[in-house]
């Protein structure tokens, strides 16, 4: 049975992965401020997070879900924002290097 924790590994750790190759490769002016984004966007999903789910908007079957919450959110649901807390300052940079300067 495929359960949130695989679906959530299955995106976070080759992103997180080639990202971090970008980052550390890009050096701390890049890292730092990447990282502090992604410190950032963990706090506001684990506020969102836990008002949707506290609310009954959003639910997890909890057979598939590991039980271990941040609020009331569960841990799973990290995996997204600190992938594209990681991917997207990894692409900028990428993308903004190839751009001709004048």
Do not use: C, K, N, Q
């Not at 684990?46 to 949707?52: E, G, L, R, T």
């Amino acid at each position: 049975m495929t359960t949130y924790l695989l679906l959530a590994l299955g995106v976070l750790v080759p992103v997180a992965a080639a990202s971090l190759v970008v980052l550390l490769r890009a050096g701390a002016a890049v890292l730092l401020p990447a990282l502090v984004a992604v410190g950032v966007l963990v706090v506001a999903t684990a506020v969102f997070d836990s008002v949707i789910v506290g609310t009954g908007i959003v639910g997890y079957d909890p057979a598939r879900i590991l039980g271990a919450r941040i609020g009331a959110a569960p841990v799973e649901d990290f995996a997204y924002p600190i992938a594209a807390g990681l991917a997207l300052p990894a692409l900028w940079h990428l993308l903004g290097r190839r751009r001709s300067r004048p």
